[in-house]
């Protein structure tokens, strides 16, 4: 009796997940998801350590973006790193704010709308000190081309995450911003943007417990 207790009491059973979005039942985001039509390729690198945040954003784009794909690491190898940064006619830009203790990008040329179709960008997700040790890290990530977002829009993530810098965004508004500077006008970002409000709140609900709820 023990035994069964042991095995399969509700203090041992591990939460059931997800198959879609890989969160626990509770926390299942796939009622948010919002197909967003776009042309980039989105390639997102993902610190270990966000995989299994709550508050992470990168599911509900993963889901929403078709052209977005997720390789979590912390050091990857340089052929791997190679294999998913590179792709035949894609213009491949690390989308990094353009700060000074990053190292310098290379010159390259801009890009804009036109340009859409033929770009391959790649987002880190991860804090903003481990972004930039996965930078420093990783030549051949410091190598790129960058796409740097001047004035990235007020974030909807502060009910959750503390920003550390004024420019700090969520990884989902950060990649959503690029896109509509990359693809112009006939990138409807809205939907999405709206998805992640009421995904912020649920989350931010769920941290302050059931008692307060009903404060919101
Ligand atoms: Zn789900």
């Excluded at 039942?25 to 299994?52: F, G, N």
């Excluded at 033929?118 to 991860?126: E, F, I, K, T």
């Excluded at 609900?205 to 059931?210: F, I, T, V, Y």
């Amino acid at each position: 009796m023990c035994e069964h207790a042991r095995v399969t009491g509700p203090l041992t059973r591990p939460r059931a997940r997800c198959a879609r979005c890989l969160r626990p039942q509770a926390a299942c985001l796939c009622a948010l998801v919002r197909p967003t039509a776009h042309r980039t390729e989105v390639l997102v690198l993902q610190h270990p350590q966000e995989q299994r945040q709550a508050k992470n954003s990168v599911a509900l784009l993963r889901l929403s973006l078709a052209h977005c794909e997720v390789a979590v690491g912390e050091r990857f190898a340089a052929e791997t790193l190679h294999a998913l940064l590179h792709r035949p006619g894609r213009d491949t830009r690390l989308l990094y704010p353009d700060v000074p203790v990053a190292p310098a990008p290379p010159a390259s040329p801009d890009i804009g709308p036109a340009a859409a179709g033929s770009v391959r960008l790649v987002v880190l997700d991860a804090t903003w000190r481990k972004s930039l040790r996965m930078l420093l890290e990783h030549p051949v990530l410091s190598a790129l081309p960058r796409l740097s977002l001047d004035a990235p829009a007020p974030t909807r993530y502060r009910a959750i995450r503390a920003a550390r810098r004024p420019d700090q965004v969520s990884t989902l508004e950060a990649t959503v911003q690029a896109l509509a500077w990359l693809e112009g006008p006939c990138f409807d970002a809205a939907p999405l943007l709206d998805a992640f409000g009421v995904f912020v709140a649920g989350v931010a609900a769920r941290q302050r417990g059931p008692v307060s709820t009903g404060l919101a």
